[in-house]
């Protein structure tokens, strides 16, 4: 498949298909109302199985959702079921929110076949396609471990981007955000952004209705942040969440292979050792 989304009608054809597997990852944001388990039992896709962005992560780091090593990911992954040689549709219940970053993280655990569902819950629910409550019963599969790292960037990349140019560091956190005109959500994380940044909110590649703009007008985003699209890039957000949202975004236009830093700004602005910049 070309196009990383898939329309609900196309999955709707498929549900059932043993060579397509569904997976909720649905996500909340530290100090919003809401819960993406409880929101899964409530409601979900047939078949889909829960992804816990917060609970398949490496729980010894200080950082939120931090990578699982490829052995612990592959014992995790296989818990629910997942399989390499299936075609996996993730989506959340929030319009593109967190769908994308389960979608990164499994293409960098090695899953070849992962698409986002266009829309997610929301659109599946209002073309009339059924859903289910309760939670799923996977039977456990066995997983190799596998990793990516050319779609990953830790703290001391991205230094080393910022310090030659190599790479342009686009933000995908609001502008008051990135600007430092507002507070960061977790405790101890300064505001701003990091030098020479560039921001593009993640909101801003999603249309009224909850699904991704059209090519043209995500290629007229990037490039109105000031983002070459000929170049490297990698994508940064608050905690490496809507960071893949623009990486998806960038997948849609051929850039397949777009790194994420993975601690992101709560790494970044929460060290002491970092420069940061408020204001644009």
């Keep these: 498949m070309t196009d990383p989304l898939v329309t609900p009608s196309w999955l709707a054809a498929r549900l059932g298909d043993p060579d397509v597997q569904v997976v909720d990852a649905t996500w909340y944001m ?20 829960f992804f816990d962005i917060d609970a398949i992560a490496d ?7 931090m990578l699982l090593t490829p052995e612990a990911f592959a014992q995790a992954a296989g818990a629910l079921g997942l399989r390499r040689e299936a075609t996996v549709v993730v989506y959340d219940a929030r319009n593109m929110f967190s769908a994308p970053r389960v979608w990164w993280t499994l293409r960098i655990m090695g899953f070849p076949n992962v698409v986002v569902l266009d829309g997610g819950l929301s659109r599946w629910r209002a073309e009339g396609h ?12 066995r997983l190799a471990a596998a990793f990516r790292p050319e779609l990953v960037r830790d703290v001391e990349s991205v230094r080393g981007h910022l310090a030659t140019g190599d790479a342009q560091l686009v933000d995908a956190r609001g502008a008051a955000r990135f600007r430092g005109e507002a507070p960061e959500p977790r405790a101890g994380v ?3 952004h990091m030098p ?6 993640w909101g801003d590649l999603i249309a009224a209705d909850g699904t991704m703009k059209p090519t043209e ?9 000031g983002v070459d699209l000929d170049k490297p890039i990698v994508t940064t957000c608050g905690s490496g969440v809507t960071a893949a949202v623009l990486a998806l975004g960038l997948a849609r236009l051929g850039r397949e ?10 790494e970044w602005g929460g ?6 910049v408020v204001g644009p």
């Design 59 to 65: 729980q010894a780091s200080e950082l939120p959702h």
């Design 30 to 49: 530290p100090g919003e109302t809401g819960d993406g388990r409880a929101d899964h039992a409530a409601g979900h896709i047939p078949g889909a199985v």
């Design 271 to 276: 060290r002491g050792d970092t420069d940061v």
């Design 130 to 141: 059924p859903v289910e409550t309760g939670a799923a019963a996977p039977a456990p599969t």
């Design 217 to 225: 007008a995500l290629r007229a985003a990037f490039e109105g942040a």
């Design 190 to 192: 300064r505001s701003g």
């Design 257 to 266: 292979e777009t790194p994420v830093y993975d601690g992101s700004w709560t």
């Design 196 to 201: 020479g940044a560039k921001n593009l909110p």
